[in-house]
C-alpha cells in the first residue's frame, strides 16, 4: 500500500470516531519559513508551549490565523467577534456589541452579563492575560498570529482556563525600516484606517507604532416623538501600540509595549417582540433600520496598558520577566425592554410591553498587575523544562443604575447597586519535555494555583442601602501529561490528558434591598484527547485531526431570572462533552487553494436536582416544569449547555493568476453552524436557526505585492435572524449583523 494512502488512512480513521456532518473548513496560515518548493505550505510556528516549534509537533489541537485571511475577516472593520466560528469549535458573540465579547471553545463559555464575569476561555495578548471581559475585546490590527488552543490549558496559562486559551500576538519591532497603511470605506459612511511603522532607532534600539481609527455612521432610525435618541450603531473606535525593542547584543533583549483604545458608540439593541410565539422565526414585518424606542443609548470605553517583558540567555538557562499593567473606564446605557411605554404607561410597543427597563453598567475604577517569572533550559539534550512563578492582582469597581420609573413619560433614575471586587492570584508552575527516542516524546506539566477574592455588594434606594460581603479563598493543581509519536516525516499522532481549573466568581447586580449576591464555587475540568497531524502530497496539502471526550465538575452557571434583569450563579453537579475536530488545508494548484473543516460537539448537563426560572408567559418551554414555592421552573437535566452549537464547518477557497505587474485574486469565505439554546432551559422562541454566513474580496495586487486594492463583502446573502435574547416575558432579541461591503487600500513600504 502507497505509504501516503496508508497515513491518509489513519487521519480518517481518527475523524471518524464520530459521524462528520460535512467537509467545510479552517485555515492555519502562521508562517516563519520560506516556501521550499513552489506549491509547498509554509511551515507553521506556535508558540502554545511558551516555546517556539513547529505545530506539528505540538501535543494538542490547535488552530492559527494570520495574514491574508485576518485582512479578509476584518474587512468591514470587524470586532474581535470575527473570529465566531472560523476556527473548529470557537464561538464568539456579545450582548454589549463591539465590547464585552465571550469566548466559547468545545461548547464550554460564560452567558454572563455582569461586569466581572469570568470566562472559561483564557485571553493572552502579547502574554498579558486580559481577565476583565472589557479588555478582551481590544481591537485587532498589526497582529502578526492569531493561536487558538483547544482544551485545558492550567498548567502554563493558569486559572481560568478550562476550555482553551486564544493568544493574539503582536507584530515586534525589528531592526529595519518597514511599515504599511491599509484603508477602507464602506457601506454606511465606514471608514477604517490602519498602519504601522517600524525604526531602527539605532543598532540596539527599534521602535514600532501600530495605529487603527475605526468609524461607522448610524444606519438605524427611530421614530418615536421626542425619542432621546434618534439614530444608532454607529461608532468611532480609535486603538493605538507603541513598541521600543533595546538588544544590546545577542543574550539580552528588553521589550516595552503601551498601548490604549478608545471607543465610543450604541449598546447591543435589544429589539421587543421581534420573535413569533411559538416558533424562532422573525416577525412578518421585522425592519433592521428600525428601532422605536423611549430609552436612551449610549456605550464608552477607554482601556489603557503596559507591559514590559525582558529576556535574558545564559549557557544552558534563558530567564523571562513579564510585567503587565491594564485600566479601563467603561458606561453602557441601554433600552433592555426593547420598546417604550409600558401596560400601564400607554402608548406601548413594538407590541406588549409588560414593564419598563432601562439600565446603565459602568466600571468607575479598574486596575489590574500580573508578573510573571520564568526559566527554562535551552541545551540540546532530551530533557527541556520550563518553571515559573505568577502573580496576579485586579481591584474593580462596577455600578448598575436602574432607569425604571416614569416621570412625564420619561424614565428618570431610580435606584442603582455598587459591586466592588478584589482578587488576588498566586501560583508556581513547570513542565517538562523528555525525547525518549527520535520518535517518540514525552511532555508533563504541573501548576498550583492559590485564588482569594473579597466581594462587596451595594443597593440604594434614596434615602436607604443594604450591603453585603462575600469572601472566598480557593487553591488548585493542574496538571498535564501528553506524548507525539512520529510515523513518519509527515505523520505525528498525540495523545493528551489534561486538567483545567475556573477559580469561584461571585455577582451582585441586586434587584432590591432584600437581594443577595450569588456565588459559584470553582469548576475543575479533565481533558481527554487523541489526534493526527499530517503533511500530504508533497506538503501542498496538510491536516489535522482530534476526537475529545471532556468532563467539568461543579461547572459554573449563570441562570436568568425569567422576569427581572438579574443573573444567579449556579453550580451544575457535571457537565460532559465529546467531539471531533478536522482542520484542512491545501494547495489544489497555482491558481487555487482551499480550506476547511468541522467540529462536532456534544454537550450535556448532568445535574437531576438542577432547575432554573424559565421566561413567563411570553414563550414556550420545552423542557420539563415543575411547581415549587408557588412558581414555575424548568428542569435542565440532560439539556446541551448554551450557545454552544452541534456542529461547525467553515470554508475558504481562493483564486489568483497572474495580470500585468501583479495578480488578480478572488476569495471567499464561508461559517456555518447548526442551532443552539440561548439559555440554560430550553424554548421554542429561544433557539437559535441554523445560520450560513459568507464573505467575498475580489483585488488586485502588484509591484511584488507593495500594493493592493480590493472590494469586499460580509454576510453578502445578508440572512438576518435572531442569535440572543433577554430573558424576560416579551421576545426581545438580539440579531446578527446585516450585510456590508466596501473597498480597500493597502501599501507595504
Same mark, same amino acid.
Given at each position: 500500500m502507497d505509504k501516503r494512502l496508508k497515513h491518509s488512512l489513519i487521519a480518517l480513521a481518527v475523524a471518524g470516531a464520530f459521524p462528520l456532518h460535512g467537509a467545510f473548513a479552517q485555515e492555519a496560515t502562521t508562517t516563519t519559513e520560506e516556501v521550499k518548493k513552489p506549491g509547498q505550505l509554509e511551515t507553521v510556528i506556535v508558540t502554545a508551549q511558551r516555546r517556539a516549534e513547529n505545530i506539528k509537533d505540538v501535543p494538542m489541537a490547535i488552530a492559527t490565523l494570520k495574514g491574508e485571511k485576518l485582512d479578509v475577516l476584518t474587512s468591514g472593520g470587524q470586532d474581535i467577534r470575527f473570529l465566531n466560528g472560523r476556527s473548529p469549535s470557537v464561538s464568539v458573540e456579545s450582548d @454589549? &456589541?463591539? %465590547?464585552?465579547?465571550?469566548? #466559547?471553545?468545545?461548547?464550554?463559555? *460564560? %452567558?454572563?452579563?455582569?461586569?466581572? =464575569? +469570568?470566562?472559561? !476561555? &483564557?485571553?493572552v495578548m502579547d502574554d498579558i492575560v486580559q481577565e476583565n471581559p472589557m479588555l478582551k475585546g481590544f481591537p485587532v490590527f498589526d497582529v502578526d498570529q492569531v493561536e487558538v488552543l483547544r482544551g485545558p490549558q492550567g498548567t502554563l496559562f493558569g486559572r481560568n482556563s478550562p476550555a482553551g486559551v486564544i493568544k493574539f500576538d503582536s507584530a515586534k519591532p525589528v531592526f529595519r525600516q518597514e511599515g504599511y497603511v491599509n484603508a477602507g470605506f464602506g457601506k454606511d459612511r465606514v471608514r477604517n484606517l490602519e498602519g504601522a511603522y517600524n525604526i531602527p532607532v539605532n543598532d540596539v534600539l527599534a521602535a514600532r507604532i501600530s495605529l487603527q481609527s475605526q468609524h461607522r455612521g448610524d444606519r438605524v432610525h427611530n421614530d418615536r416623538p421626542g425619542a432621546p435618541i434618534a439614530d444608532f450603531e454607529g461608532y468611532k473606535d480609535n486603538a493605538g501600540r507603541i513598541q521600543f525593542l533595546l538588544k544590546p547584543n545577542k543574550d539580552f533583549s528588553a521589550l516595552l509595549n503601551v498601548h490604549a483604545r478608545d471607543m465610543d458608540g450604541n449598546a447591543t439593541l435589544f429589539? =421587543? *417582540?421581534?420573535?413569533?410565539?411559538?416558533? *424562532?422565526?422573525? !416577525?412578518?414585518?421585522?425592519? @433592521?433600520? +428600525? #428601532?422605536?424606542?423611549? &430609552?436612551?443609548n449610549e456605550q464608552h470605553l477607554k482601556n489603557k496598558g503596559a507591559s514590559l517583558r525582558l529576556r535574558w540567555d545564559t549557557p544552558g538557562l534563558t530567564f523571562h520577566s513579564i510585567t503587565g499593567y491594564e485600566t479601563l473606564d467603561f458606561y453602557s446605557r441601554g433600552d433592555v425592554d426593547g420598546g417604550y411605554g409600558a401596560s400601564f404607561h400607554p402608548p406601548m410597543g413594538p407590541g406588549f410591553i409588560p414593564f419598563p427597563v432601562e439600565t446603565a453598567d459602568l466600571i468607575p475604577d479598574h486596575k489590574q498587575w500580573s508578573q510573571e517569572f520564568r526559566v527554562e533550559s535551552n541545551n540540546k539534550g532530551p530533557l527541556q523544562w520550563i518553571a515559573g512563578l505568577f502573580y496576579f492582582d485586579e481591584h474593580i469597581q462596577i455600578d448598575s443604575i436602574s432607569f425604571d420609573s416614569f416621570t412625564a413619560g420619561n424614565p428618570q433614575n431610580a435606584a442603582y447597586s455598587t459591586q466592588q471586587q478584589d482578587a488576588k492570584s498566586y501560583a508556581a508552575f513547570g513542565t517538562i519535555n523528555y525525547t525518549v527516542n527520535e520518535a517518540f516524546k514525552l511532555r508533563a506539566g504541573l501548576r498550583y494555583t492559590k485564588d482569594k477574592k473579597d466581594f462587596i455588594a451595594t443597593r440604594v434606594e434614596p434615602p436607604q442601602s443594604a450591603s453585603n460581603t462575600l469572601n472566598n479563598t480557593s487553591s488548585n493543581v493542574s496538571w498535564d501529561l501528553s506524548g507525539t509519536y512520529t510515523v513518519d516525516k509527515d505523520t505525528n499522532v498525540f495523545g493528551r490528558i489534561a486538567t483545567g481549573y475556573r477559580a469561584p466568581s461571585m455577582q451582585g447586580r441586586l434587584f432590591d434591598l432584600t437581594s443577595k449576591p450569588s456565588q459559584a464555587d470553582a469548576e475543575k475540568a479533565v481533558s481527554v484527547e487523541f489526534g493526527v497531524k499530517q503533511d500530504l502530497f508533497d506538503r501542498r496539502a496538510r491536516m489535522s485531526a482530534t476526537v475529545f471526550n471532556y468532563r467539568v465538575k461543579d461547572k459554573q452557571l449563570t441562570a436568568g431570572s425569567g422576569s427581572v434583569n438579574m443573573n444567579q450563579l449556579v453550580n451544575a453537579d457535571k457537565v460532559t462533552g465529546r467531539g471531533v475536530e478536522l482542520d484542512l488545508q491545501a494547495n489544489l494548484s497555482d491558481a487555487w487553494a482551499v480550506t476547511f473543516g468541522t467540529s462536532y460537539n456534544d454537550t450535556k448537563i448532568k445535574d437531576a436536582n438542577l432547575f432554573v426560572q424559565p421566561c413567563g408567559g411570553g414563550c414556550t418551554v420545552l423542557d420539563p416544569t415543575k411547581a415549587i414555592a408557588g412558581g414555575t421552573v424548568a428542569v435542565i437535566d440532560g439539556n446541551p449547555l448554551p450557545r454552544a452549537p452541534k456542529w461547525q464547518h467553515n470554508f475558504t477557497l481562493r483564486f489568483s493568476q497572474p495580470l500585468g505587474d501583479g495578480e488578480i485574486y478572488a476569495y471567499t469565505d464561508w461559517a456555518y453552524r447548526t442551532s443552539y439554546n440561548f439559555f440554560l432551559y430550553e424554548a421554542a422562541e429561544y433557539k437559535a436557526k441554523e445560520l450560513l454566513e459568507g464573505g467575498l474580496r475580489v483585488g488586485y495586487r502588484w509591484n511584488d505585492g507593495k500594493y493592493e486594492l480590493a472590494a469586499y463583502g460580509r454576510n453578502i446573502t445578508n440572512r438576518i435572524q435572531a442569535l440572543g435574547a433577554i430573558d424576560f416575558n416579551n421576545l426581545t432579541g438580539i440579531v446578527n449583523e446585516p450585510r456590508t461591503y466596501g473597498v480597500q487600500f493597502k501599501a507595504n513600504f
Open positions: @454589549y &456589541g463591539r %465590547t464585552f465579547p465571550r469566548f #466559547y471553545i468545545r461548547g464550554l463559555g *460564560n %452567558t454572563d452579563f455582569d461586569l466581572n =464575569a +469570568s470566562q472559561p !476561555v &483564557g485571553l429589539r =421587543a *417582540n421581534i420573535l413569533k410565539k411559538g416558533t *424562532n422565526e422573525l !416577525v412578518d414585518n421585522f425592519d @433592521y433600520k +428600525s #428601532y422605536p424606542t423611549d &430609552g436612551g
